[in-house]
C-alpha cells in the first residue's frame, strides 16, 4: 500500500451542500493528483498540485475547489454539489518529477460520493 | 480527453486461456503504463514500458509497445479468476497529468 487515507469513504449528501474530500498521504510525495471515475468516461482529472499551495485545474475542475496547506494533506471540496457530481473519486500521488520517465501514481481507495 | 483508449471494451475467457487487452494512444510519449483496477477499489500499478523498449515481461504479464503505430498490448497469460478486473492503459500528458483510458473489463470465468 502507498500510504494514502482517503476520507470520507462513502458519502450521502443534499444538492446545494458543500462537500470536502480529504486525502492524507505518508510518503512526502510532492504530487498529489483528485481524480473522478464515471461509466464511460473513465478517470478523469479535477485537479492536482505539485508542492504545498501549487495547484492548477485538470480537465474537469469546474465546481470544485482544492487546497494543500500541508504536504501530506490535499483536500478536495464542492462548494455546492450537484447531482452530476455524483461520481467516486480517487485520490493519487506520485514521487519527484511526474515527466520522469520512471514514475507511476499510486491510488487510494476511493471515496464514493452520492448527491440527491 | 482520453489519450489511451482500450480495446476491446470487455472481454471473458476461462481460466488457463490467455487474455490481451490492447492500447492506442494519440501524441508521443516517454512511458505508457498499465494498471489494473478490482471493483470497489482503486488502481494498482502493474507495469511500466518505457518509449524505447519494445517488449516487458513481469510474471505472467507481457506488454508490448510499438511507437509507430502509437498503440500498447498487454497479454496475461493462463489466467486465472483472481486476474477478473478491469485494465488500465495511462500515459503522461506534457509534464504534469497521467491520461487513462475507459479500461478493458476482463472476466476470467473457473
Known amino acids: 500500500d502507498a500510504g494514502i487515507t482517503q476520507s470520507p469513504r462513502h458519502k450521502v449528501t443534499e444538492t446545494g451542500t458543500p462537500v470536502t474530500l480529504r486525502c492524507h498521504q505518508t510518503e512526502n510525495h510532492r504530487y498529489m493528483y483528485w481524480y473522478r471515475q464515471d461509466p464511460g468516461h473513465g478517470l478523469r482529472l479535477i485537479h492536482y498540485?505539485?508542492?504545498?499551495?501549487?495547484?492548477d485545474k485538470g480537465e474537469v475542475s469546474d465546481g470544485y475547489s482544492v487546497s494543500r496547506s500541508k504536504t501530506e494533506d490535499f483536500l478536495l471540496t464542492l462548494e455546492s454539489a450537484t447531482s452530476s457530481q455524483t461520481s467516486v473519486y480517487f485520490c493519487a500521488i506520485t514521487p519527484g518529477g511526474p515527466g520522469d520517465p520512471g514514475n507511476t501514481i499510486y491510488f487510494g481507495e476511493g471515496s464514493w460520493l452520492t448527491v440527491v | 480527453s482520453q489519450q489511451g483508449e482500450e480495446d476491446p471494451q470487455a472481454l471473458s475467457i476461462q481460466e488457463g486461456e490467455n487474455a490481451t487487452m490492447n492500447c492506442s494512444y494519440k501524441?508521443?510519449?516517454?512511458?505508457l503504463q498499465w494498471y489494473r483496477q478490482n471493483s470497489g477499489r482503486g488502481l494498482v500499478h502493474l507495469i511500466l514500458i518505457r518509449s524505447n523498449e519494445r517488449e516487458k515481461h513481469s510474471g505472467r504479464l507481457r506488454v508490448t509497445l510499438d511507437t509507430s503505430k502509437k498503440s500498447s498490448s498487454l497479454l496475461i497469460t493462463a489466467s486465472r479468476a483472481a486476474d477478473t478486473a478491469s485494465y488500465f492503459c495511462a500515459t503522461w500528458k506534457g509534464y504534469s497529468t497521467l491520461t487513462f483510458g475507459k479500461g478493458t473489463m476482463l472476466l476470467v470465468s473457473p
Open positions: 501524441t508521443s510519449i516517454n512511458n
Open positions: 498540485s505539485y508542492g504545498v499551495k501549487d495547484t
